[in-house]
């Protein structure tokens, strides 16, 4: 148990479907990412907030839209994804957006998102 | 290209045995971290390494980073088990806000 919790923790959806993700984080941080793992490629950053401004989007698809209400809730809303999107998407916080040999970064379990 | 090279991309030795993995750059990094991420979970953080030519020791784990900061190893002795998993490493360019490159992951199966 890291302090982050993901929900669904698996998702099958349609190519037309709009789904959405949800992180939490218990641990008062500041700054909280969106990562894409997939079967072939290193983690990927997707998204950065830092008090709940995003402030590095790095060259994700709009079909992938982030939205963090308040620091301790950040959600990625999904609609018309595709086959490729399939993946496991990691939430992760941290205290702030300091060096990371500073700042440790928490990861949540993952949603496993299978798109048909 | 990848920024972050990690070898191998897979290991099955059996328990008791050593074995290292290695993360290869040509870039520079301000700071290497190594994760150990098991099935249905995130990753963990195992350690960060800032200074090069640093070593860092956890219980049978060996971490070393380069002396020229871009590069790192992971040794393991006397493997067991319970070390099974993929392995992440993870480089932060020198840049002023905290932003970090995953190699591939090396999965590694210890075999009782």
């Known amino acids: 148990e890291t302090g982050v919790t993901q929900t669904p923790r698996h998702l099958v959806m349609g190519m037309t479907n709009k789904k959405s993700l949800k992180c939490e984080q218990h641990?008062?941080?500041?700054?909280m990412y969106w990562y894409k793992q997939s079967a072939k490629k290193p983690l990927e950053l997707m998204f950065v907030?830092?008090?709940?401004?995003?402030?590095e989007n790095n060259s994700v698809p709009s079909r992938f839209s982030p939205e963090c209400p308040n620091s301790s809730h950040l959600f990625l809303h999904l609609h018309t994804l595709q086959p490729e999107d399939s993946a496991l998407y990691l939430c992760?916080?941290?205290?702030?957006?300091?060096?990371?040999?500073?700042?440790?970064?928490?990861f949540g379990p993952g949603t496993r998102l299978t798109v048909l | 290209t990848q920024l972050l090279e990690q070898s191998p991309q897979f290991l099955s030795i059996q328990e008791g045995e050593n074995l290292t993995v290695y993360c290869n750059s040509s870039?520079?990094?301000?700071?290497l971290q190594w994760y150990r991420q098991e099935p249905g979970e995130g990753p963990v953080l195992l350690v960060t390494?800032?200074?090069?030519?640093e070593v860092k020791k956890l219980k049978r784990l060996t971490f070393q980073f380069g002396d020229a900061r871009k590069d790192s190893s992971l040794h393991i002795t006397a493997a067991q088990p319970g070390d099974t998993g993929l392995y992440l490493c993870?480089?932060?360019?020198?840049?002023?806000?905290?932003?970090?490159?995953f190699g591939q992951g090396t999965r590694l199966t210890i075999n009782p």
């Open positions: 641990l008062g941080h500041n700054a």
């Open positions: 390494v800032v200074t090069g030519g």
């Open positions: 870039s520079v990094f301000s700071s």
């Open positions: 907030y830092s008090l709940e401004e995003r402030v």
């Open positions: 992760a916080s941290s205290q702030d957006r300091r060096l990371a040999s500073y700042n440790e970064q928490f």
């Open positions: 993870a480089g932060e360019l020198i840049q002023g806000a905290q932003k970090l490159v």
